[in-house]
């Protein structure tokens, strides 16, 4: 849940991207840190294994600036996407203000995001929280790859935008979408606040 | 060493703590890794990473202690050679808080321990039950949130 100082008007919100393993995730977060000055960010923490697959979490302290006279900060956060660090993913998601799916495009991984977004629906309802209410946008990645290999943008909402979220292609090793990603899903926690949330309905 | 808070009550426990315990760092957050007060950090980045690190911790701990059939572990305490952590959960009205605590050389993990027991009596007595807010920011702040983020990455 996002934190609200009134006194020094300060924002502080957490994001999560969530998908399955090798999606991209930690990708995202890199290309963010690569691209912000340094004033503006903090240490990128990983907590991988041996062979940087994610262990536990990405860490990625964002300050974005004023926003309607609020100081506003972001804690960018990834899951681990193999399917059996299922329990370290629930905790992460602990306290979500927005959520970001970053799905496979190559076509071999359709069941593997079909899978992962159903985990992340179990995941959120299991911290007691209604999935409908959480903000959340969907980014198709790889879309550089081969058109052979992959689903087009057009047949990945068909299979997994079930909420009509808001979508963004990308190829988040070269940035593409990557910055728009975290736009879209900023506007949606943001716009959250302006309408008097504070995230996520509980159940 | 400055000692911010995020929520006013915590300010008085926190400061007391920091003075009887001699403790260099202190964060008390919640169970997301969110600050409530600190002490000690100069950079705001810092200490979200501190927090997110020590929330992760303690999530952890308590997954593997249901694993096992316990209820909890109770505070956790690592020492370095120049540092040692102390890291404690308390249950308050405000939800259930985290309480992360560096100190050096001039106190003990004794001491520590023994005040933040006071410590997290104290934070349950100020703690106020959580309320539901109205809207924070302005409707139009998509035009602020362009600009900070176009400035963010620098395009």
């Given at each position: 849940m996002s934190l609200v100082n009134f006194t020094t008007r300060e924002i502080t919100c957490k994001i999560v991207y969530y998908g399955p393993g090798r999606s991209g995730k930690t990708t995202n977060l890199q290309y963010v840190y690569s691209q912000v000055p340094a004033d503006r960010k903090g240490r990128m923490v990983s907590l991988a294994t041996q062979t940087d697959r994610t262990l536990f979490f990405d860490f990625l302290p964002l300050d974005l600036g004023t926003i309607s006279g609020f100081a506003t900060k972001f804690q960018l956060y990834t899951v681990p996407g193999q399917v059996y660090y299922n329990a370290t993913r629930k905790l992460v998601l602990n306290g979500a203000d927005g959520v970001v799916f970053v799905a496979d495009s190559q076509v071999r991984q359709l069941d593997e995001n079909i899978e992962s977004l159903q985990n992340l629906q179990a995941n959120i309802l299991e911290h007691g929280v209604d999935a409908r209410t959480l903000p959340m946008v969907l980014q198709f990645n790889k879309q550089d790859l081969p058109s052979e290999l992959i689903l087009s943008a057009e047949e990945l909402d068909e299979a997994l935008n079930f909420r009509n979220l808001q979508t963004f292609p990308a190829d988040a090793l070269h940035g593409v979408g990557v910055f728009e990603t975290l736009k879209g899903v900023a506007a949606e926690v943001l716009r959250r606040l302006s309408q008097g949330g504070s995230g996520a309905r509980r159940m | 060493m400055s000692t911010t808070v995020v929520?006013?009550?915590?300010e008085q426990p926190l400061l007391r703590y920091v003075a009887e315990s001699s403790a260099r760092l202190v964060i008390v957050m919640t169970s997301a890794g969110q600050v409530l007060a600190q002490h000690g950090f100069a950079r705001a980045v810092d200490l979200m990473a501190a927090s997110a690190l020590g929330a992760a911790i303690m999530a952890a701990s308590a997954a593997l202690a249901q694993q096992i059939g316990e209820r909890s572990f109770g505070a956790l305490f690592h020492a370095g050679e120049r540092h040692g952590i102390h890291l404690a959960s308390c249950a308050t009205p405000r939800g259930p808080l985290i309480v992360l605590t560096v100190f050096g050389k001039e106190t003990s993990i004794g001491l520590v321990g023994l005040f933040y027991e006071e410590f997290a009596v104290a934070l349950r007595r100020a703690a106020p039950a959580e309320q539901l807010r109205g809207p924070v920011l302005a409707e139009d702040f998509e035009a602020d949130l362009n600009r900070s983020l176009t400035s963010l990455f620098q395009r």
């Open positions: - | 929520e006013a009550w915590a």
